[in-house]
């Protein structure tokens, strides 16, 4: 079983950028797929970019085009590199395997606002 921490969230005016990273812990990193997901109160926590055990990635439509997802298996790590920030992408952003599966971390605040 994985286990993620987040990091790399802060306030940041609409249009700036924010990189986070996610560490995990665990054997077998190398072979899941991941995806890092959000969540706003009173709302689903949903899939905002994924990334196979390849390099293969996926983004929903409201983020295509500003956010890129990687990941460094040799640091078992994941990135999401986050431009061109709106007020709607202000959440707490977690990683997990895509599909999750595994426990949740305590995600990290993203908060886009002037």
């Known amino acids: 079983q994985v286990q993620f921490v987040e990091s790399g969230g802060g306030l940041v005016q609409p249009g700036g950028s924010l990189r986070l990273s996610c560490a995990a812990s665990?054997?077998?990193?190398?072979?899941?797929?991941l995806g890092w997901y959000r969540q706003v109160p009173g709302k689903q926590r949903e899939l905002v970019a994924a990334?196979?055990?390849?390099?293969?990635?996926n983004y929903a439509d409201s983020v295509k085009g500003r956010f890129t997802i990687s990941r460094d298996n040799a640091k078992k790590a994941m990135y999401l590199q986050m431009d061109s920030l709106k007020p709607e992408d202000t959440a707490v952003y977690y990683c997990?395997?895509?599909?999750?599966?595994?426990?949740w971390g305590q995600g990290t605040q993203v908060t886009v606002s002037s």
């Open positions: 990334i196979t055990n390849g390099v293969g990635t």
């Open positions: 997990n395997t895509n599909p999750s599966g595994g426990p």
């Open positions: 665990g054997s077998d990193f190398r072979f899941y797929g």
